[in-house]
């Protein structure tokens, strides 16, 4: 009996530990998860012109990021809850909640990942693609030359060979200066070289994807393996609690 109140005595400590250690770790958990939900909306909302150009080749990553972003929201205040009230069910339960979202998470880096070494080619076929078929202003072809102050796939002149050109000469998106560029000049390849944007946008669009989306799967990875100490301090408070209560009996 002396040997279990004694059992009992050096559990105690452990628990409130334990207790004190993922309740912290369930808030610094909600905060992370409101970082990765604003992540998944930048990503959704910076990348949305981009991403439409492979749109049946894309990446989820995003979206993905904003459901995992809300969970884990909602369930760091489950996890301050069962921690609480001490309940070895609850724990289990936060403990799987955590394994799943870890692995939704993980998905969604190695997504990113994966889709950040296949962007080269991928992003020179469809923006190749998109500017050959291009035939109004307001596609996201517009929005990327405008953005990145480029023009065409390698240069200003790969809009010679497009049925566009033709007709109407270069886009007005990829003018310098608006009220600088009239119609007349974007017809002719010798004057439109001084009014247009100089580089090409394929290279932009590499370094821009790969650069943002690598942030992306960075900032998820980071807080899949964060995921594990709660984990393990759900997993060891769940076993002190029942140890704990085995031997009260």
Known sequence: MAASSSRRLQTKPVITC?????????FVFWFAGSVLLAVGVWG?????????????????????????????????????????????????????ILSLLFLAQLVAGISAFVFRHEINTLFKETFKSAVEKY??????????????????????????????????GIPVSCCKNNTDCKPGDLKNMTTAKDKVFKKGCILLIINFMETNIG??????????????????????????????QYEMV
């Open 44 to 96: 959704k909302v910076s990348l949305e012109e981009y991403l439409s150009l492979v749109a049946e080749k894309g990446t989820n990553a995003p979206y993905v990021l904003i459901g995992t972003g809300a969970a884990i929201i909602i369930f760091g205040f489950f996890g301050c809850f069962a921690t609480c009230r001490g309940s070895t069910w609850m724990l289990k339960l936060y403990a799987m």
């Open 135 to 168: 035939n109004a202003t307001g596609s996201p072809v517009d929005y990327i030359q405008r953005d990145l102050h480029c023009c065409g796939v390698q240069n200003y002149t790969d809009w010679g060979e497009t049925s566009y050109f033709k007709i109407n």
């Open 18 to 26: 334990l207790k004190t250690f993922l309740i912290v770790f369930s």
């Open 215 to 244: 942030i992306i799967a960075g900032i998820a990875f980071g807080i899949a393996f964060f995921q594990l100490i709660g984990i393990l301090l759900a997993c060891c408070l769940s076993r002190y609690i029942t140890n704990n």
